[in-house]
């Protein structure tokens, strides 16, 4: 009953920006929960933050602490990943995802998602 859509991937240099976007068809429960993954060639699904509809509250990797915000529209059913101070390693393909269990502050498990996207290429040159 969900469909995600992602968009807004690129090529970008070194230390510069891009803005994801991740459009949720029809109506989203609140109690969800939205992550952001991405996978590198050869490299397993790697969690990189995830925002509680209901509250806003986020969560993120370390690795992206500091440089990644993900934010959300009710409005438009769309979450944001603004992406900043990027580096060669964030090259990956970038993809939205919905948890539907309610009770969970955030999951960072992709295996407990419901719902992906198709993803969106990332990549950032040195």
């Known amino acids: 009953q969900v469909q995600l859509v992602e968009s807004g991937g690129g090529l970008v240099q070194a230390g510069g920006s891009l803005r994801l976007s991740c459009a949720a068809s029809g109506r989203t429960f609140s109690g969800y929960a939205m992550g952001w993954f991405r996978q590198a060639p050869g490299k397993e699904r790697e969690f990189v933050g995830c925002i509680k509809w209901s509250s806003g509250r986020t969560y993120y990797a370390n690795s992206v602490k500091g440089r990644f915000t993900i934010s959300r529209d009710n409005v438009k059913n769309t979450v944001y990943l603004q992406m900043n101070s990027l580096k060669p390693e964030d090259t990956a393909v970038y993809y939205c995802?919905?948890?539907?269990?309610?009770?969970?502050?955030?999951?960072?498990?992709?295996?407990?998602?419901?719902?992906w996207g198709q993803g969106t290429q990332v990549t950032v040159d040195s």
């Open positions: 995802a919905a948890d539907q269990r309610s009770g969970i502050l955030y999951s960072a498990k992709w295996y407990e998602y419901d719902y």
